[in-house]
C-alpha cells in the first residue's frame, strides 16, 4: 500500500512518514501544494493525506485539480475543524476528515478503512480458504497458525488479496509496494512472492505469465 | 418587563382628539341648527303678531285701509266695528289670518284700557298671562315660558297683541337631529379609529419587522439584514444606520472569530507534532539517537507553542488594559541604540550591516513596550534581508513629530501583501512562508504597543528593494 503526505509542516511530514512507513505502508512525501498535486496526479497511491493549510496551492485547490483526472481517495488531515470547513472538505471530494490534533492510531484506522472501501472490500478481514488476513493487525495465519511475513511481503499479500479476481501487472504492485525513496530492481518483487509463496505453503498466488499476479475468488 | 404599547397610546390620543373634534362639531352644528329653529318660530310669531295687529286695526275707522289694500275686501274685518272703538266687543279675526295659524299656534289681544282680553285663540288661551313689562314702547318682544316661546307687542292704541307657539314638537325634532348628530359622531370616530389602527398596524409592522430582524441578529445569525429597500423613507434611513451598525459589528464579529480560529490553528500544529511524535516513539523500543530526535521534535514543538502563548498573552492585555503602570519620560534614541546593540552579534553572523542616524527623540512611554517595537522590527529586517544587505535605523523630530524608522534592503512586500501586514497572524506567503519561529504575531503586536502610546505604525516597501517601517507620534504626544 503506497501513500502520499502532503503536509507543510515539515516535522510532523517526517514524524508522519515515519510512523506510517513503520506500519508497513511505502510512503511519498510532499511539503507544498504544488508537489503535492504533481505527485498525486503521476502515481497510483491507495490514499492521499492532505493538509488544508499549505503554501502555494492550498489542499481545496489541490483536491479539485486532482479530482480533475484521478479518484484517489483523500483524507484531509487539518486543524481547521469548523462544520463548514469539514463539509468544504468533503464535498470537495474529501473521503474523510480527520482535525489536528489527532491521534495516530485513529489516522491509521481511517486510513485502512479508506483503502479497504477503494478496494470495494468493506470487512477488515479477508479470508482465502486456509489464510486469514487480518488487515487490523497485519497478522496472516495459515490452517489457524500465525505465518510472519516481512513487511514487504506482507504488502504484497494484502494488496493481492485487495483486489483479488484482478490480474495485477508487476509494475502496479511494485508502484503499490515501493516508494519514492527505493531504488530496489523490481525484479526483487518476485523475490518477495517467492519467499511469501513458501511461507503460505499454498499455490494462493498464481504467476500469470508475460500479465503478472492475481489471486483468484 | 411589560411595557406600554406606544401604539395603543397613539391610538388612544388619536382617539381622544378624534373625539373631541367631532363632539365640538356636533355642538356646534347643532346650535346652528337650534338657532336657525328658534328664529324661523320667532319671525313666525312676529308674522302672526303682525298679523293680528293689522287684523286689528282693520276695525278701526282711522286710517283707512289703503285702497289697494285687499281688492276682495269679502275677509276684510266687518264695518261695524269702528263705533265700538271705545267699547270693544272681543273680535273674531278673519280665517285668511287664522289660517296662518299651526296647530299649537295661538294668539291673545287684550285691551289695556278695558283691561281685559279682547280675542283669543287657542284652548290655553285662558290660562296664558298678560305681559306684565310697562307698555311703553311699541317693539316686537319675547319671552318663554316653559316649553312656550311667545311675541307680544304694545300698540299705539294701547293694546297688547301676543302670537305664541308650543315648541314641543320643534324641540322633539331638535331631539332628534341630535341623536343623529351623535349616532354620526360615534360612526366618525369609529371609521376613524379603525383607519388610524390600521395605519399604525402597517407601521409598526415595519419597526416590528425591524425588530424581528435585529432579534435574529442578536441570536447570531449576523449575516441578516434588514430589507430597507422596499421601506418608507423615515424607516428606511433607520434601517439603514442599524445596518451599517450590524455590518461593522459582523465585522468586528468576524475578525475576532478569524483570531481565534488563527491562534487554535497555530497551537493546533505544534500540539499534532508533540502527539504524533510521542505516539510513535511510544510504539516501539527504539534507540537512544531516536528518541532524542522525538524529544527534540517535542521541544521544538513547545517552544513554538510558548512564543505562541506568550505573544497571545501580551496581545490580550495590549487589548483588554491598553496601558498598565506610569510612563516615563525616555528618548526613543536610547531605546533604540541599546536594541540594536543587541542584535549587531546576530547582524554579524548572517552578514548584514546595521546603521544608525539616532537623534534625540523624546516620547513619555513604557520602553520595555517600545524595545520590544524595535527588536521584532529590527529581526523582521534581518529575517528579510539578503546577506551583505543594510539595516537603518534612525530616531528624530522632524516637523516636531517623534519620528523613528527602520530600513531594510531587503526581499519588501508585495504591494498586495501590504495592506496586511499588521493584521494578527497574517503570514506573507509564500515567499515568506511558515517558518515554525513567526505566527504572524509580531508585527501586530507592533502596532498594538504603538498604538496604546498613542502613536501611529506604517509599513512602504518596493519589493525586491526593501521595507521602511515608520513609527510616528503626533507633536503632542512627545514631551520635548
Known amino acids: 500500500m503506497r501513500l502520499l503526505v502532503i503536509e507543510d509542516e515539515v516535522r510532523l511530514l517526517r514524524n508522519l512518514a515515519k510512523a506510517l512507513r513503520e506500519e508497513g505502508y511505502a510512503v511519498d512525501t510532499a511539503a507544498d501544494g504544488e508537489e503535492g498535486l504533481y505527485k498525486a496526479q503521476n502515481s497510483d497511491y491507495d490514499a492521499i493525506v492532505l493538509d488544508v493549510m499549505l503554501p502555494g496551492l492550498d489542499g481545496w485547490q489541490v483536491l479539485a485539480r486532482l479530482r480533475k483526472t484521478r479518484k484517489t481517495p483523500v483524507l484531509f488531515l487539518t486543524a481547521r475543524d469548523t462544520t463548514a470547513d469539514r463539509i468544504r472538505g468533503l464535498d470537495g471530494g474529501g473521503d474523510d476528515y480527520l482535525v489536528k490534533p489527532f491521534d495516530l492510531s485513529e489516522l491509521f484506522a481511517r486510513l485502512r478503512a479508506l483503502i479497504r472501501r477503494a478496494a470495494d472490500r468493506p470487512s477488515p478481514e479477508i479470508a482465502l480458504g486456509e489464510v486469514k488476513i487480518d488487515t487490523r493487525a497485519r497478522t496472516v495465519s495459515v490452517g489457524g497458525q500465525p505465518v510472519p511475513l516481512t513487511a514487504k511481503e506482507y504488502m504484497i499479500l494484502e494488496y493481492l488479496a485487495h483486489h483479488r479476481g484482478k490480474v495485477i501487472t508487476r509494475t502496479e504492485l511494485y508502484e503499490h509496494v515501493f516508494d519514492e525513496r527505493a531504488d530496489t530492481m523490481s525484479n526483487l518483487l518476485d523475490v518477495h512472492v517467492y519467499n511469501l509463496r513458501k511461507k503460505l505453503a499454498c499455490d494462493l498466488i498464481v504467476t500469470r505469465r508475460g500479465l503478472g499476479y492475481c489471486i483468484e475468488e | ?480
Open chain 2, 1 to 480: 418587563m411589560r411595557r406600554k404599547s406606544i401604539r395603543l397610546r397613539l391610538l388612544a390620543w388619536f382617539g381622544f382628539f378624534l373625539a373631541a373634534l367631532v363632539a365640538g362639531f356636533g355642538v356646534v352644528a347643532f346650535q346652528f341648527q337650534k338657532r336657525a329653529d328658534f328664529g324661523d318660530v320667532d319671525a313666525a310669531l312676529a308674522l302672526r303678531v303682525d298679523a293680528v295687529s293689522r287684523a286689528f286695526r282693520g276695525s278701526e275707522p282711522h286710517p283707512p285701509p289703503p285702497p289697494d289694500f285687499h281688492e276682495d275686501r269679502h275677509h276684510g274685518p266687518p264695518p261695524d266695528f269702528g263705533p265700538r272703538f271705545h267699547n270693544r266687543t272681543p273680535v273674531q279675526l278673519p280665517d285668511e289670518v287664522l289660517r296662518q295659524f299651526e296647530p299649537g299656534d295661538y294668539f291673545a289681544v287684550w285691551g289695556l284700557r278695558e283691561n281685559r282680553l279682547l280675542a283669543q285663540s287657542g284652548p290655553e288661551a285662558d290660562a296664558i298671562p298678560r305681559p306684565t313689562d310697562s307698555p311703553t314702547e311699541t317693539r316686537l318682544r319675547y319671552r318663554t315660558r316653559g316649553s312656550i316661546r311667545e311675541a307680544y307687542l304694545y300698540t299705539e292704541r294701547g293694546d297688547c297683541i301676543l302670537a305664541g307657539r308650543d315648541l314641543a314638537p320643534l324641540q322633539a325634532r331638535l331631539r332628534l337631529f341630535a341623536g343623529q348628530l351623535v349616532v354620526a359622531g360615534v360612526l366618525v370616530l369609529l371609521l376613524g379609529l379603525g383607519g388610524g389602527g390600521m395605519a399604525s398596524r402597517l407601521l409598526f409592522a415595519s419597526i416590528r419587522r425591524i425588530g424581528a430582524t435585529a432579534r435574529r441578529i442578536a441570536d447570531g445569525n449576523l449575516a441578516e439584514r434588514i430589507p430597507a429597500a422596499d421601506m418608507d423613507r423615515e424607516l428606511g434611513e433607520l434601517a439603514d444606520v442599524l445596518n451599517s451598525t450590524f455590518a461593522r459589528l459582523d465585522a468586528a464579529f468576524a475578525r475576532q472569530q478569524q483570531f481565534t480560529a488563527d491562534a487554535a490553528h497555530e497551537l493546533r500544529t505544534p500540539l499534532a507534532v508533540i502527539l504524533s511524535e510521542t505516539q510513535t516513539a511510544l510504539r516501539r523500543d527504539r534507540a537512544p539517537e531516536e528518541y532524542r530526535d522525538s524529544i527534540r521534535a517535542c521541544e521544538e514543538a513547545a517552544q513554538q507553542m510558548r512564543r505562541l502563548s506568550d505573544s497571545l498573552l501580551e496581545l490580550a492585555r495590549l487589548d483588554a488594559a491598553g496601558e498598565q503602570g506610569q510612563r516615563i519620560d525616555a528618548d526613543l534614541a536610547q531605546i533604540a541604540a541599546d536594541c540594536t546593540a543587541q542584535l549587531r552579534p546576530l547582524a554579524a553572523q548572517r552578514n548584514v550591516q546595521i546603521e544608525t542616524d539616532l537623534r534625540p527623540a523624546p516620547l513619555a512611554c513604557h520602553p520595555d513596550q517600545i524595545a520590544r517595537v524595535f527588536a521584532n522590527l529590527i529581526s523582521n529586517a534581518l529575517e528579510y534581508s539578503h546577506p551583505e544587505g543594510r539595516i537603518r535605523v534612525t530616531t528624530g523630530t522632524p516637523d516636531g513629530k517623534t519620528t523613528a524608522t527602520v530600513a531594510d534592503t531587503g526581499i519588501g512586500i508585495s504591494p498586495a501583501d501590504l495592506p496586511h501586514v499588521f493584521d494578527r497572524f497574517y503570514r506573507t506567503s509564500p515567499a515568506r512562508s511558515h517558518s515554525a519561529a513567526h505566527a504572524g504575531l509580531g508585527l501586530a503586536i507592533c502596532k498594538a504597543i504603538v498604538e496604546t502610546h498613542g502613536g501611529r505604525i506604517s509599513a512602504a516597501s518596493t519589493p525586491g528593494a526593501g521595507t521602511i517601517m515608520t513609527l510616528c507620534w503626533p507633536a503632542a504626544g512627545g514631551t520635548a
